[in-house]
């Protein structure tokens, strides 16, 4: 289903389910002293309502920045992977062709095989990407420098396939990590019902207008949640980061 679609649901399906609550509370709850009561609901629903947009905005800048830091780290492996295949094209027969065609493998195998399981959350891919970068460096270890040149273009790839493989590390910690924990998501949730309870215990003459507010305030907060959803993994949801780079990899090599 499309994401816009699903977005428009949780906040439908949250707004009417509180206007339902609201207006059976309002039509068949007591209204006796609820008026009165307002002043007092209100300050509590002041620091409820404070400390949960405190949390809330905690959560999903953090899932923001994790998501920007994917994005950047796969360019930076993809990037060093490029930069170490450059660097080999200086050094002879059969290091340079070796380390150019196992660089192109490297890409294929993150873009067609890592990343699937990564967009389902695993960080537990199989050991080929692994083989294929120890395939890299030792192609650039065995590499026999002729002069002072290419050996400063052996020291230049070797330093790149570090980068990559630190790169790459991060990758699949950020792919097998939980993204939001269990215990921040029940205190998302218990936060959003209370912030959306104490509005039900405010009375007035206008129940249609207290009604939208209930009901407002509802799909709000359904939003936000529905967003920090989408953003807990990196490489899956509505703002999930793509193997663009390393097809971009795959287009320079080939």
Do not use: C
């Not at 809330?56 to 930069?83: K, Q």
């Not at 509802?218 to 097809?247: C, I, R």
């Amino acid at each position: 289903m499309n994401i816009y679609v699903t977005g428009l649901l949780w906040v439908v399906g949250a707004a009417v389910v509180a206007a339902a609550v609201a207006y059976l509370i309002r039509r068949i709850g007591e209204t006796e002293g609820t008026v009165s009561n307002n002043e007092a609901a209100g300050q509590v629903f002041t620091i409820v309502g404070g400390l949960h947009a405190v949390l809330l905005a905690f959560v999903l800048i953090s899932l923001f920045d994790a998501v920007s830091a994917a994005e950047d780290g796969s360019y930076r492996e993809a990037d060093g992977l490029v930069a170490a295949s450059w660097a080999a094209e200086s050094l002879p027969e059969p290091a340079r062709t070796e380390v150019r065609d196992l660089s192109a493998s490297y890409a294929s195998t993150v873009a067609d095989d890592e990343w699937p399981l990564m967009r389902e959350g695993s960080g537990d891919v199989a050991d080929q990407g692994w083989a294929e970068l120890d395939q890299l460096r030792a192609a650039v270890s065995r590499a026999q420098a002729t002069d002072e040149w290419q050996n400063s273009q052996k020291t230049e790839a070797a330093e790149k396939l570090l980068e990559v493989y630190q790169a790459r590390q991060e990758r699949l910690n950020t792919a097998g990590s939980d993204g939001v924990s269990t215990v921040v998501w029940f205190a998302l949730i218990a936060g959003s019902v209370m912030s959306i309870s104490l509005p039900l215990l405010f009375g007035g003459p206008r129940p249609v207008t207290h009604i939208i507010i209930v009901s407002i305030l509802a799909g709000t907060l359904s939003l936000l949640l529905f967003a920090t959803s989408q953003l807990q993994n990196p490489y899956a949801g509505g703002a999930m980061v793509g193997p663009d780079a390393f097809e971009s990899v795959l287009a320079r090599l080939r």
